[in-house]
């Protein structure tokens, strides 16, 4: 099993930059790929980007294309979504998840909290 912890979430006024993190534990050698997803009250939970464990390619939905970027700290088990220009619709729960040999999102954190004041 791998286990996931999010942090970084907060309060943050529109235009404001963010920070979030997600360190993995447990049997961290099946991660093929960490990704990022978030979910709005009422809405459903939505992709927002990946990356590759060992290559570092990324991809990246189109309404955040040039104001996020996914990175990961291989030796720390750990990736990151940095957030610039952040807008009142991106308010959310992130979430981060695990990909492993399956293509599949086997393993999912417990979510943190952004909120972005108009």
């Known amino acids: 099993q791998v286990q996931l912890v999010e942090s970084g979430g907060g309060l943050v006024p529109a235009g404001g930059s963010l920070r979030l993190s997600c360190a993995a534990s447990?049997?961290?050698?099946?991660?093929?790929?960490m990704g990022w997803f978030r979910q709005a009250p009422g809405k459903e939970r939505d992709f927002i980007a990946h990356?590759?464990?060992?290559?570092?390619?990324?991809y990246y939905t189109d309404s955040v294309k040039g104001r996020f970027t996914i990175s990961r700290d291989i030796a720390r088990n750990t990736v990151y979504l940095q957030m610039y220009s952040l807008k009142p619709e991106d308010t959310a729960v992130y979430y981060c998840?695990?990909?492993?040999?399956?293509?599949?999102?086997?393993?999912w954190g417990q979510g943190t909290q952004v909120t972005v004041s108009s």
């Open positions: 447990g049997q961290t050698f099946r991660i093929n790929a």
């Open positions: 990356i590759s464990w060992r290559d570092s390619s990324t």
């Open positions: 998840a695990v990909r492993g040999g399956s293509g599949q999102y086997d393993f």
